[in-house]
DNA sequence: TTCTTAATAGTAAATATTACTAATAAGGAG
DNA sequence: CTCCTTATTAGTAATATTTACTATTAAGAA
């Protein structure tokens, strides 16, 4: 029996993710493949990406200022995002506490699936901007 | 000269999300006070939420399949979003690492201002719902 | 009390995301 | 290989979230 398909878009759409570190808007990743699927629709794009995070095989990640982003990097790491222009990076040098998942799961009843963790703060370009 | 002014509807907003542990979005503290401010104006509620956020006087949480929440608790802690039925909440027993940010500002170059971590997973109740 | 202008209400617009539907195409069955 | 079921898509409309704009109001300094 049918469960799910392989289709054209939906291949494209995850090589996308998983072939950038640029942490990618569904508007980016759209924007990405319309060169090789030019009537590539916005729709398909969210309801690929949707499904893909919602399986975890991608990661969706929220942050202040900016629609969701989406990173193909399944290897547990932080973020940075840059209050003032945007950029937002990886962060790889500190570890990912699954622990602390067990410990909260623990504590308030909620099953735990993952934390996400961002950090906000002004870019080295962004500093320096603000001197003059 | 003057800077800033404190007009009722300023002070309204502040209270009301200082007042509650619901981590309200911008439309549920337009809703909380409209009883006592009906003809409170939904854009002034954002604008100064953004701005007492900016400032640092309200906390501003960005969540996965939610609007951003807002939290008049600076102590420090993390949050729990349930995946099922939105529920959040406040997690206190964990300290917030503020050396977290300080590591990061030496090895990445931005200078961190704080930074946000939402646990996610399923409350107690929807844990129950999916054993039906 | 007057006056400057920050802030608001009300509305429109922009941005972000989801929903809907006829048409397409993936892939199992014959 | 062809047919058939139906998951998926393109295209569009609708909704949700947030910001922008402007005439009017009102905070608070002089």
Redesign the pocket.
């Known amino acids: 029996?049918?469960?799910?398909?392989?289709?054209?878009?939906?291949t494209l759409i995850l090589s996308a993710v998983q072939g950038t570190k640029t942490h990618p808007?569904?508007?980016q990743v759209h924007a990405m493949i319309t060169d090789v699927?030019p009537?590539?629709?916005?729709?398909?794009v969210?309801?690929?990406l949707?499904r893909l995070a919602e399986t975890g095989i991608i990661r969706r990640i929220s942050v202040i200022?900016?629609?969701?982003r989406f990173d193909g990097d399944l290897t547990p790491h932080h973020h940075i995002s840059c209050t003032d222009c945007g950029k937002f990076c990886d962060f790889f040098e500190i570890n990912y506490d699954a622990e602390l998942d067990r410990v909260i799961e623990a504590r308030s009843g909620f099953s735990i699936a993952k934390h996400e963790t961002v950090f906000y703060g002004k870019c080295p370009e962004c500093k320096n901007k603000e001197l003059n």
């Open positions: 029996m049918i469960k799910e398909r392989t289709t054209k878009q939906k808007t569904a508007e699927a009537n590539l629709s916005l729709g398909t969210y309801r690929n949707n200022n900016s629609p969701d």
